[in-house]
């Protein structure tokens, strides 16, 4: 819980400063302080689990949001490794076998985490525990956040032009929920371990 506590009182000075220094911007900016938050939040997530003995499934798909947040999933290729785009496309062989690899690494961590874990998350939140209603309250933002994100290209077809200010208060809005997600996920491994170290139970 410490470390939990430590980390969303450092990102609350990091975001609190960045806007005084630098507005809005450091929000609506691509790889602005609230993005790097975000990034940083989920690595502190990851380290967590870890370190209390956390299960590798869970362990994978923290650091696959981390990655992503950091832009791995992009920066070293010449597509996403999410999209169709890279495997139907003339990229590098190189590329789309570590694009198949890693999306068959996630799909092994979702399938293992629906087998071990989901039952005891759909329990707790059944029970109202505050570490499931946390994830899943962070899944739905995250989810808003997502089709938040290009919202100009994506509603441009149907004859919608958004002007400038309306898609800076969707950055605003994507960005910011995506790092209250990150910290859904700090706050639910944190409280999880609380709940092993009560009870004595070992990591799902």
């Given at each position: ?19 005084g220094l630098q507005g809005t911007s450091a929000i609506a900016r691509e790889g602005g302080a609230v993005e790097l ?165 070992a990591p799902a």
């Open positions: 819980m410490r470390a939990a506590i430590l980390v969303t009182s450092a990102v609350a000075l990091w975001v609190a400063i960045a806007i938050a975000s990034a940083l939040v989920l690595l502190a997530a990851l380290l967590l689990w870890l370190a209390r003995g956390g299960g590798s499934a869970a362990a994978i798909l923290i650091a696959a949001l981390a990655a992503r947040e950091f832009d791995l999933d992009k920066a070293p290729f010449e597509r996403g490794i999410l999209g169709t785009g890279l495997y139907i496309g003339a990229a590098p062989f190189w590329q789309k076998a570590i694009g198949l690899a890693v999306i068959g690494l996630l799909v092994w961590a979702l399938t293992r985490w629906a087998q071990a874990g989901m039952r005891p998350f759909v329990t707790a939140l059944r029970r109202g525990r505050i570490w499931a209603l946390l994830l899943a309250g962070g899944v739905a933002l995250a989810a808003l956040a997502k089709s938040l994100d290009g919202i100009a290209r994506k509603v441009a077809p149907l004859g919608v032009d958004l002007g400038s200010r309306t898609v800076e208060i969707a950055r605003l809005a994507e960005e910011s929920l995506e790092l209250v997600f990150a910290l859904s996920v700090l706050w639910t491994v944190a409280l999880v371990q609380r709940g092993w170290r009560r009870d004595g139970s």
